[in-house]
């Protein structure tokens, strides 16, 4: 079994840049896939980003390419999400997630084992 702890949202200004962190319980942290969804109120949770176990491969949400990176340090059982250049539209509440699938499951939330409790990103304008 797998314990998330997210950290390291909170109040930023568009154009800043923030970096998320998932700690992660347990000695098989290598042997899950990991990703990030954000939620809004109302809407459905979505992909923002996956990473494999080993951390070669990663896969991003369109509309994030190029703002967000997704990385992870196993030694230390963490997960990261570095987002750049944020925008009001990424305000959400992020969760990271761990689970075994591949693609293309690994984008639906529903495939995922555990979760964490989630931060929240407000990016003001």
């Known amino acids: 079994q797998v314990q998330l702890v997210e950290s390291g949202g909170g109040l930023v200004q568009a154009g800043d840049s923030l970096r998320l962190t998932c700690a992660a319980s347990?000695?098989?942290?290598?042997?899950?896939?990991m990703g990030w969804f954000r939620q809004t109120p109302g809407k459905e949770r979505e992909f923002v980003a996956w990473?494999?176990?080993?951390?070669?491969?990663?896969d991003y949400k369109d509309s994030v390419k190029g703002r967000f990176v997704i990385s992870r340090d196993n030694a230390k059982n963490t997960l990261y999400l570095q987002i750049y250049s944020l925008k009001p539209e990424d305000t959400a509440i992020y969760y990271c997630a761990a689970g075994i699938y591949g693609s293309p499951w690994y984008r639906v939330s529903r495939k995922y084992d555990y979760w964490g409790q989630g931060t929240q990103v407000t990016v003001s304008s």
């Open positions: 347990g000695r098989t942290f290598s042997t899950y896939t």
């Open positions: 990473i494999s176990g080993s951390g070669e491969i990663t």
